[in-house]
Structure formats: C-alpha cells, structure tokens
C-alpha cells in the first residue's frame, strides 16, 4: 500500500512563505508523477502543481505561477511546494498525490493515492 504524508503546513501572516513536503512510502514512484491539490472550506479541489519523476517537469496552475514552486528530490522519495508571498486567499487544505498520467493532470480522478493533507492558514 503506498503512502503519502505531508508536512510543513501552518499558520503564517500575508506575505510570508512556507514549504510543504510529501514523503513517499516506496521506490516506485519513480514511474508516477507527484502533484499538489489544495481545497478551501466551501470549495472544490483545486489543482496546484505537479512534477514527474523522470525528467523533472513541472506543470502548474496558471493562477499560482511564479509564487509556488514545485520540486522533488528522489534520493528521499520527497516532494516539496516552496509557496511564497502567500495571500489570504490561499489558506486551504493542501494535499499530495500521484497519478499515473498526466494527460488530465488537472483533474483530483486522476490521482490514485493521496496524502492525509496538511493545513496551511494565512492570515491578513
């Protein structure tokens, strides 16, 4: 059974940053690509970023863009979300997760296993 566990979530004022971190219980995630999902109360899962194992590409959510950055390193079968000059608005759960494709990466169906998320609290 693969696991996922994030971390480093919590409360930081507007401005400030925080990076999360997901740690993989196996070695076989080197077939899987490693995404962030985040869900604010009220509201639908929302996607992130997402990186592959193999070649290091990234994909990210329009809107998040130059503020989060997603990266991995696989020695530690670890993968982080640098989230920088955080705002209000991103105050959600954050969760980790890996699929198998990328081709809707987008869409939260996509993801076969994901983290217990952790919470992230900015406040103004």
Not at 5 to 13: D, H, I, K, P, Y
Not at 46 to 59: G, M, N, P
Not at 64 to 74: E, Q, V
Request: charged content about 20%.
């Amino acid at each position: 059974q693969v696991q996922l566990v994030e971390s480093g979530g919590g409360l930081v004022q507007a401005g400030g940053s925080l990076r999360l971190s997901c740690a993989a219980s196996e070695r076989t995630f080197s077939t899987y690509a490693m995404g962030w999902f985040r869900q604010a109360p009220g509201k639908e899962r929302e996607f992130v970023a997402v990186i592959r194992w193999s070649d290091h590409s990234t994909y990210y959510a329009a809107s998040l863009k130059g503020r989060f950055t997603i990266s991995r390193d696989n020695a530690k079968n670890t993968v982080y979300l640098q989230m920088n000059s955080l705002k209000p608005e991103d105050t959600a759960v954050y969760y980790c997760a890996a699929t198998g494709t990328l081709l809707r990466r987008w869409v939260p169906a996509e993801y076969d296993y994901w983290g217990q998320g952790t919470q992230v609290t900015v406040s103004s």
